[in-house]
């Protein structure tokens, strides 16, 4: 099967895997492919299956991207999913060589990554990419690990940044959650589902857009695409969180 390059030139055409057929999110799809679009300057790649299927891999520059993580000279591998009938057929392992394939023509040092310890949602699965020649190389007491596969050793060490050593956010009182524009899903449920789920239960959650480049790579946390927090400490990665039906029980199993 083909795997194509979404760009510039045919992003107008082309679908971005997730949330193309769910017309609620018409409004934040929108929002990712201009996101997109710009981070086209910065040397982005977005690579699929040329189906109408979930089965791409995300990267770019580490400098450039929207995480609290310093990686001079490496690829930040960002979202990566093979889903239903595609799993099991080799496209995981064929994304990902061509990503290294990319990294080693450009001279990069290798090739980093964020999990989660434990499986986190929105985030790669940490034991299959050990199986492919990832390693730990920094865990915080959020539950996220850097994760690195070298091409050259003699590069610096990738390295969280300060702001999310602590585990914790600035706002030590109730709900917040910080997004981006990154994901085709977090505009719409962070604006319209959690804001459902807030009124009705008489919350007050304090919403934080990482607008830019800059504030994310100082963001208190590393999952950028969204993350929930209560009184401080980091409670999930999990967009469905804002949903009606899921918040009690993502929210419970928590605390």
Known sequence: MQYI?????????????CAFSDK?????????????RNEFENGYIFR????????????GPAEKAWVPVTAPNYMML????????????????????????DATKQGKDGL?????TQKYHFMSDTKWLLRQGFEICESISSGFSLMVKYIDKKGEQPT???????GECPETTGYVVYYTNRCPYSEYHVKNSLLEVA??????????????????????TPATIFSLFYNGKFITTDISVCMDSRFDKIINSKK
């Open 24 to 36: 609620k999110c018409s409004e934040s799809y929108e929002l990712k492919k201009q996101w997109l």
């Open 199 to 220: 009124k009705k239960r008489d919350l007050d959650i304090k919403i934080i857009k990482l607008e830019t480049m800059e504030q994310a790579q100082s963001a208190p």
């Open 78 to 101: 960002n979202c990566f999913w093979v889903s239903g009938k595609y799993k099991g057929n080799g496209h995981g392992k064929a994304l990902l060589q061509q990503a290294i394939d």
């Open 5 to 17: 390059d979404v760009n510039k030139d045919n992003i107008d055409l082309e679908h971005i895997c």
């Open 112 to 116: 980093v990554t964020i999990v989660g």
């Open 160 to 166: 969280f940044n300060d702001s999310v050593k602590t």
């Open 48 to 59: 699929k299956l040329n189906e109408r299927a979930k089965v791409f891999i995300e990267y």
